[in-house]
């Protein structure tokens, strides 16, 4: 799971909330005052800064539209051979 921590007054969150929605990532964003710039964690990775994050959510964007690029109902199949 995404986890994505942020100052209150970010307005990034929102954004990237779409953009998480359209890879179908499970993932939660969390408000952490403390913090001088947001970080993503997933896993053992690490992120850190909007840049970084905005990155990788493309990252995941791409990775989504070619895994539904390469979908075999795309192609022309003929099962009989002819």
Not at 15 to 36: G, M, N
Not at 68 to 73: A, F, I, N, S, T
């Amino acid at each position: 799971m995404i986890t994505i921590y942020y100052k209150h007054t970010l307005s990034k969150p929102d954004e990237w909330t779409v953009r998480l929605d359209a890879t179908f990532s499970k993932y939660q964003l969390i408000a952490d005052e403390s913090l001088t710039q947001p970080k993503l964690i997933e896993g053992d990775k690490q992120i850190e800064g909007i840049a970084a994050i905005d990155a990788y959510i493309e990252s995941l964007e791409q990775l989504v539209n070619g895994w539904y690029e390469d979908r075999c109902d795309k192609y022309e199949f003929d099962a009989d051979g002819k």
